[in-house]
Nanobody, 123 residues
Framework: QIQLVESGGGSVQAGGSLRLSCTASGLTYLYNAMAWFRQAPGKQREGVAA???????FYADSVKGRFTISRANGKNTVWLQMNTLKPEDTAMYYC?????????????????WGQGTHVTVSS
């Protein structure tokens, strides 16, 4: 059974940093891409960042320059380094993998999901 497990969420003050981790288990192949999404209360899930096997990375405009996605070489482990956090970054953050399509920011195109880790940024 495939499982994606996130960790690293927590509560920080605005301007602080957090590093999220996601590791997949239960599969023998390498995902073509992995990503982070987030969902704030009352809002739709939105794409935060994605990384493809070739190393290409993509970011939502709202996090460019503040967040960095990276992946362990040859492994299904991905990190999200979040710096200069803002209260509007408060959300449940989800790890996603197995992209079926080209629009990484569309949650419908991702096949596997983690349970989420919560991030709270206070002002």
């Amino acid at each position: 059974q495939i499982q994606l497990v996130e960790s690293g969420g927590g509560s920080v003050q605005a301007g602080g940093s957090l590093r999220l981790s996601c590791t997949a288990s239960g599969l023998t192949y390498l995902y073509n891409a992995m990503a982070w999404f987030r969902q704030a209360p009352g809002k739709q899930r939105e794409g935060v960042a994605a990384i493809y096997n070739g190393g290409d990375t993509f970011y939502a405009d709202s996090v460019k320059g503040r967040f960095t996605i990276s992946r362990a070489n040859g492994k299904n482990t991905v990190w999200l380094q979040m710096n200069t956090l803002k209260p509007e970054d408060t959300a449940m953050y989800y790890c996603a993998a197995d992209l079926h399509g080209s629009s990484w920011y569309s949650s419908d195109l991702w096949g596997d999901w983690g349970q989420g880790t919560h991030v709270t940024v206070s002002s």
